[in-house]
């Protein structure tokens, strides 16, 4: 009896044990735990390094600012960048630079360029300075030998003498207007030695004069004293600082005229036969005038 009774509080306990059982699904925690960044603390000997700057670019070269060599070019007619600085010898993009020039293609007529120095010049051109690999421009010094000027080459005075040329046409004329010649030939005669008129040149019998800028044909005349045949052509242009008049141009002593009156003509246009008609020699008598006769020679394009 007392066996089965023990038996019977043991299956009691162990059936009120089950029910206390939590049947439930367990809960996980998965949050992400992150440890906590070590700041090491710097010591009174530590020593810092320095970090490389972002843009630093070891390759990458400072260049150098190009050097005036004193020489000065005037621009005319068919100037560019690439072949003024063929002519002198020196570096396009130099060139450039020490006048200031962005866009190649702005040359102005009678824009005065100075021209940078060039090996051929005697003269050490300044090395350039690195970059550093801590983006700081390491400055070195490089002196500039200075020797005496060498004596001006033919070249060099012939450059020279064609730029005084060009700034006296620009002088004269503000740089607003340049000529093409009536024809080829040799000056024998200048404004001042025609009596302040204009500009004597010789040629061969029949050869082609022509038109040195865009106009009308206002006057033929034949057997003018002084003139014999000639032909005077109206433009409309008119030269800053003179009359208010139209330019006109004065082509004279040809053998044949070969336009009439109202005509227009272009720049370039055949309009005459040199000749010598009123004169002693086969010439041109090539004149500009705008309310007066002015030197043609200030206005001429260089050749």
Not at 78 to 98: A, F, K, V
Not at 127 to 139: F, H, K, M, R, Y
Not at 233 to 241: A, F
Not at 255 to 276: C, L, N, T
Request: hydrophobic share 35%.
């Amino acid at each position: 009896m007392q066996l089965r009774t023990l038996v019977s509080v043991a299956a009691l306990s162990a059936l009120v044990g089950c029910t206390s059982v939590d049947l439930s699904a367990p809960i996980e925690d998965r949050s992400t735990q992150y440890a906590e960044p070590h700041v090491p603390v710097m010591g009174e000997n530590a020593q810092t390094v320095p970090v490389p700057t972002q843009d630093a670019a070891p390759h990458l070269v400072k260049e150098a600012a190009p050097v005036d060599s004193g020489r000065v070019h005037t621009v005319v007619t068919g100037d560019t960048i690439w072949n003024i600085s063929q002519r002198y010898g020196c570096n396009p993009r130099e060139l450039m630079r020490l006048n200031g020039i962005t866009d190649p293609t702005t040359l102005s007529l009678g824009r005065e360029l100075n021209i940078p120095t060039t090996k051929s010049d005697g003269r050490k051109v300044p090395e350039q300075a690195p970059v550093s690999t801590e983006g700081e421009v390491v400055t070195t010094t490089a002196p500039v030998t200075t020797v005496a000027k060498r004596p001006e080459t033919p070249d060099q005075v012939a450059q020279r003498e064609l730029a005084e040329q060009q700034a006296k046409r620009d002088a004269a004329a503000r740089g607003e207007i340049e000529i093409r010649w009536p024809t080829q030939g040799e000056v024998i005669a200048n404004f001042e030695q025609t009596g302040g008129f204009g500009i004597d040149i010789a040629g061969s019998r029949g050869q082609s004069v022509m038109a040195v800028l865009d106009g009308t044909v206002q006057y033929v005349g034949n057997n003018t004293a002084g003139y014999g045949r000639f032909v005077i052509v109206r433009h409309n242009i008119r030269l800053p600082g003179k009359a208010p008049t139209p330019l006109t141009t004065v082509y004279g002593n040809n053998d044949k005229v070969i336009v009439s009156v109202g005509e227009s003509v272009r720049a370039g246009q055949k309009i005459a036969e040199m000749g010598d008609s009123d004169t002693d020699r086969v010439k041109l008598r090539f004149e500009i005038r705008q309310g007066k006769p002015l030197d043609p020679m200030l206005y001429l394009q260089q050749r």
